[in-house]
Every structure is written in C-alpha cells, then in structure tokens.
C-alpha cells in the first residue's frame, strides 16, 4: 500500500531534549516536506527537499533541522525543542515530474513540549 | 511571491444547506496548480482535487464542484446538500511550477449541522 507514515504519532518531550521524528515513503516519491499546523495559522511548511541531498527552508525552519540521505527518509529533528514547537506535525511526499502531483500525507505526529 | 487567503475562517450551516468555500490565490506564474485538501475530525489530510492554470473548466464530483476563474483569482469549492459528514477543515493550496513548494491557505474550518 502507498503511505507515508511518521512515527511517532503522539510525543510529549520537556525542553531542551532532542527528538527526531521519522518520516519514510513508499512510492519512490521525489519530493518530501514537513509542515506544521497550529490553530488558526493553517499548514506551515518547515523544510522541503526536491530531491536525495537538496533540502531547503520553508517558512518556519527555525529550531529544526531535515536531512535527505535516501529517498524515502525525511527525518525532521529537534535539536533544543522548545514550548513554541508544541504543534501538530505532517510529513508529506509527492512526484515532482513535470507537474504536481497530490501531496501525500503522513498521519500526523501530535507534539507536547513541557 | 505566491499566497493563498481563504477569508471564511469557519462556517457553520444546516445540514441539506449548499456551502461555498471561498479561495483567492496571488501568484505571478503563468502555469500552477491548485489543491483542495479536507482534514476531518480524525486528523488525516485527504486530497480533494487539482487543477492547472490552462484548465478553466468546472468540475463536478457528486455533491462537490469547483469554480476556477482566472480573471479573479479565484478557486472556490461548493459542496451541495450538506451532510454532517462534510464537517471538516478544508484548505486550498496553491504550486507554480519548476521548484516552487506547495503554499498553503490557512483553512476554513466548515460545521454541518444535524
């Protein structure tokens, strides 16, 4: 089955303590992204990477880091996370070709930072 | 730069009601793509439909249609006969071709109710 599957779905974590949340697809897809949705802001997209070894910032990129070994792994990690990063997170892939295919998405990793 | 504004931040109607999401995206390329996405309650994002910029033409799903209009920027979303079921956040997303990510608006958040 095609997915894209985050883990863990749920963390609660205290500040200051790194976590990595794992993100890996299945369909061989070219593009992956994180995004992170907070009440009333809508999808906010974090980091994005065309392709193995491309990553870039997107509009909220401070306090996180992503990195593109292999094409199926996205890993989005937290080095020092902090209260303001409580949100809930999706990881999402799609096939870039020549035009935009839906982003598939994760099931989402709901976040607590104490 | 592009942008999406979904100016309605919820709507609530009665159920068998017809409901119009509006959409107005802001973007200086000629060839792009739009996206509706629904989050129900669950969580989950699910693609609802893409269209490209040469593509003008309505399109109807059931009790779903979009209206793309060019001339105002805009890519509304009407759902007919409501149902309970459609209670959802729903986001309009907007990618220009070549390297540009996915922008997403911050959703309009729809109440169908009994």
């Known amino acids: 089955e095609a997915q894209v599957t985050q883990n863990p779905r749920y963390l609660i974590t205290v500040t200051g303590k790194k976590l990595t949340v794992t993100c890996s697809q299945n369909?061989?897809?070219?593009?992956m992204s994180w995004y992170r949705q907070d009440p009333g802001l809508g999808l906010r997209q974090i980091y994005y990477?065309?392709?193995?070894?491309?990553?870039d910032k997107g509009d909220v990129p401070e306090g996180y880091k992503v990195s593109r070994k292999e094409k199926r792994n996205f890993p989005l990690i937290l080095e020092s996370p902090s209260p303001n990063q409580t949100s809930l997170y999706f990881c999402?892939?799609?096939?870039?070709?020549?035009?935009?295919?839906?982003?598939?998405f994760g099931n989402g990793t709901r976040l607590t930072v104490t | 730069a592009q942008k999406v504004t979904q100016a309605q931040t919820e709507i609530s109607v009665v159920e068998k009601e017809d409901v119009t999401l509006d959409c107005v995206y802001e973007?200086?390329?000629?060839?792009?793509?739009l996206f509706w996405y629904k989050q129900p309650p669950s969580g989950e994002l699910v693609f609802l439909i893409r269209?490209?910029?040469?593509?003008?033409q309505n399109e109807i799903s059931g009790r779903y249609s979009w209206n793309f209009q060019k001339s105002t920027s805009s890519f509304n979303f009407t759902i007919t006969a409501s149902q309970v079921v459609d209670s959802a956040v729903y986001f309009c997303?907007?990618?220009?071709?070549?390297?540009?990510?996915?922008?997403f608006g911050k959703g309009t958040r729809l109440s169908v109710i009994a």
């Open positions: 999402a892939s799609s096939d870039r070709g020549r035009t935009w295919t839906p982003l598939h």
């Open positions: 973007t200086r390329d000629t060839t792009y793509y």
């Open positions: 997303a907007l990618s220009a071709s070549g390297n540009t990510p996915l922008v």
């Open positions: 369909m061989n897809h070219e593009y």
């Open positions: 990477s065309m392709n193995v070894e491309v990553t």
């Open positions: 269209r490209n910029s040469f593509d003008e």
